[in-house]
């Protein structure tokens, strides 16, 4: 049995609404966040060595982060489904939609949550480089997201079940408006008509709102 530990409001969700998409077995632990520090709890960091989110098991393989998650379960269990060929005319585009998730997308994000931790003045030099960084990530994302219903294409594909978490439960953690981008926002009310997505959030995490606007 694939076992999914999922952290609540964390980049484990992605693994929840991949197991919901694909339709396949699995058995969900739930961790709660400490209440003061919005940390792993004890028994989540014991899970793992790196002692973050997400983490998966599956019969003898304990598999962090979620990218390499996400390939396993595809591999192991997708059948083919969620992911573009090598010779699909969009199948370039599969691929640095993936990667710009956790490539680009969200370490923009968590360099500005840090930052703007620091009480630092807004003319801070490296504040300006880290803000203009994720809005060089969100232009692109909508530039993208102007002419393709999907990040792949025409296709819902693992590369929006990387992305979405960074637009939408992110934004507990750094919030950011993104009214100035209705590609985007009408991604995302795309994204929430998908049930998978709706039960794996219910699951996961239980009446929490969705940053979906």
Sequence with gaps: MLTVHHLGKSQSERIVWLCEELGIPYDLKVYDRDAVTRLAPPEYKALHPLGAAP??????VLLAESGAIVDWIIAKHGK???????????????????????????PATGRN???????????NPMLKAMKAR???????????LAKAEYLAGSAFTTADIMAVFSLTTMRYFLPFDL?????????????????AYRRAMEKGDPGMPLLLT
């Design 134 to 144: 994720l809005d060089l990530a969100l232009g692109l994302l909508e530039a993208r």
């Design 113 to 123: 949550m840090i930052l703007g931790r620091l009480d630092l003045p807004a003319g």
């Design 55 to 60: 983490v998966m098991q599956d019969g003898d």
């Design 179 to 195: 009214s100035p981008y209705p590609a985007i926002l009408a991604y995302l009310q795309r994204i929430a008509a998908r049930p």
């Design 80 to 106: 083919g489904r969620l992911v573009l060929a090598p010779d699909h005319p969009d199948f370039a585009d599969f691929l640095y939609w993936f990667h710009f998730a956790n490539g680009t997308l969200q």
